[in-house]
Antibody, heavy 116, light 107 residues
């Protein structure tokens, strides 16, 4: 069974950094592109970016590329999202997703709340 | 922002009614996927590559389209189909873009 489990969210002060993790299981992590998507409260889905199998290609939504860094550790079957200089507009549920046919599997999401 | 227009934004349908949701891609030659999201849960891939149903999706659902115009159709609406549906375009620039969402309610 494919499982994606995000962690690392919570309450963070404006201007700080935060690193989210996504633990993958049930499939060969090395064989898939992976991505991050966020959803602000009551809003739609916003694609953040993706990383290819060996981390040689990383793409971001242009408006978000200065705020986020995506990385992965294939030995640990884990995907990461580094957030920096967070603002209130970054308050959202953050999902990791396996990128086949767009996003064929999603994690349960992790909430990040930016507030002082 | 890169958000694909979807229509309608919200709609209500009676059981048995036919439902069509449309999405406008930003360019042609993309792959169009659809996701279903119910309140408080993660999205689920529902339709991929324009017209292929994801595993477990009832065959009352179908997808179609070409160029820059795509649609999701429910042949006969059922109560369990009430959800928000998002289109998702892949793989142009940026590689992935989501639609604005259509909230479908049961009448």
């Amino acid at each position: 069974e494919v499982k994606l489990v995000e962690s690392g969210g919570g309450l963070v002060q404006p201007g700080r950094s935060l690193k989210l993790s996504c633990a993958a299981s049930g499939f060969n992590f090395n064989d898939y592109w992976m991505g991050w998507v966020r959803q602000a409260p009551g809003k739609g889905l916003e694609w953040i970016g993706e990383i290819n199998k060996d981390s040689s290609i990383i793409n971001y939504t242009p408006s978000l590329k200065d705020k986020f860094t995506i990385s992965r550790d294939n030995a640990q079957n884990t995907l990461y999202l580094q957030m920096r200089n967070v603002e209130s507009e970054d308050t959202a549920i953050y999902y990791c997703a396996r990128e086949q046919h767009g996003c064929d599997y999603w994690g349960q999401g992790v909430m990040v709340t930016v507030s002082s | 922002d890169n958000v694909l227009p979807q229509s309608p934004t919200t709609m209500a349908a009676s059981p048995g009614e036919k439902v069509t949701i449309t999405c406008h891609a930003s360019s042609s030659g993309v792959y169009m996927n659809w996701h279903q999201q119910k309140s408080g849960t993660s999205p689920k891939l529902w339709i991929y590559d324009t017209s292929k149903l994801a595993s477990g999706v009832p065959d009352r659902f179908s997808g179609s389209g070409s160029g820059t115009s795509y649609s999701l159709t429910i042949n006969t609406m059922e109560t369990e189909d009430a959800a928000t549906y998002y289109c998702q375009q892949c793989c142009s620039t940026p590689p992935i873009t989501f639609g604005s969402g259509t909230k479908l309610e049961i009448k």
